[in-house]
């Protein structure tokens, strides 16, 4: 199934797409949280929409697309975990995943506008697979790792590389900013999904290819990093980890070039979906 949450900030309702069609799930009872994902509500909602779909409303493609997941415990970042994204940076390799964490506040919905925030003059894009955790995981056995998997989507980790890495202190400050994570539109669960290990992933920049990668140049793949961060933290359904960006970084370019309000920002997975967003400054 691919889910979708949609509506205004703050009245958001579930949806599905079933047989193409966009239905609000809305009267299933439940949002797309913890508590949805602890207690098997993907498997629960398909039965549902399966005996339901004929008589579910379909939803008005005017309508706004918010974050496929109500806003998690935590959002978990893996820095530098692209081959070529190491490279542009100057950075060396890492031997362990990077880890850090962006704030839940940056939560926004896929087309929602990028906002620069207050003082920044390095704002940046990174295109990103995530997924979604289904269900509590503590020290977790890299072959079972995929059995926590609730879904993959679309996220854009976006970032303000001077409060990243010139302000001192962990990368938190350059990534946690309102509007710096976009989300979905869909959350695909595991079965949509043929190959992760192997999906095309790209960002525009005003029409322009900028990213244009491959998760096949992961350096840390998905069950490795479940089990890895689940020796570390216990990990909640519905948490999302977020696994790094391909080559074509503003930071990366020579001279860096960062996102000016009125720049236009679009990017997509393959099968996945894209994203839309219009930059605007802070006001």
Not at 70 to 92: F, V
Not at 211 to 233: E, R, W
Request: hydrophobic fraction near 35%.
């Amino acid at each position: 199934m691919k889910l979708f949450r949609f509506g205004e900030p703050g009245i958001e309702k579930p949806g599905v797409l079933w047989n193409n069609k966009k239905l609000d799930a809305s009267s299933f009872g439940e949002d797309y949280n913890e508590a949805f994902f602890e207690h098997e509500g993907i498997s629960r909602l398909k039965k549902w929409v399966e005996a339901n779909h004929h008589h579910l409303p379909v939803v008005d493609d005017r309508l706004r697309f918010a974050s496929c997941v109500q806003r998690p415990s935590k959002i978990i970042c893996i820095g530098l975990n692209y081959s070529d994204h190491a490279k542009e940076t100057g950075a060396t390799l890492p031997t362990e995943p990077i880890l850090f964490f962006k704030s839940t506040t940056a939560l926004s919905g896929p087309n929602d506008n990028v906002v620069i925030p207050k003082n920044s003059v390095k704002t940046d894009w990174e295109v990103e697979l995530a997924f979604v955790i289904g269900k509590k995981a503590t020290y977790v056995d890299e072959k079972e790792a995929l059995n926590y998997v609730a879904g993959y989507c679309i996220h854009n980790d976006y970032s303000e590389r001077e409060f990243q890495l010139e302000r001192g202190g962990q990368w938190v400050k350059g990534k946690s900013c309102d509007t710096f994570a976009p989300m979905g539109p869909y959350l695909l669960t595991p079965d949509e999904v043929k190959d992760v290990d192997n999906l095309r992933l790209w960002l525009k920049l005003n029409g322009k290819m900028v990213q244009d990668g491959t998760t096949a140049n992961m350096v840390f793949k998905t069950p490795f990093l479940i089990h890895y961060i689940s020796q570390f933290m216990t990990l909640l359904p519905g948490d999302v980890i977020t696994t790094g960006t391909p080559a074509g970084v503003g930071l990366g370019m020579k001279p860096p070039f960062y996102l000016k309000p009125g720049d236009v920002v679009e990017l997509g997975i393959d099968g996945m979906g894209e994203q839309k967003q219009n930059v605007v400054a802070w006001s």
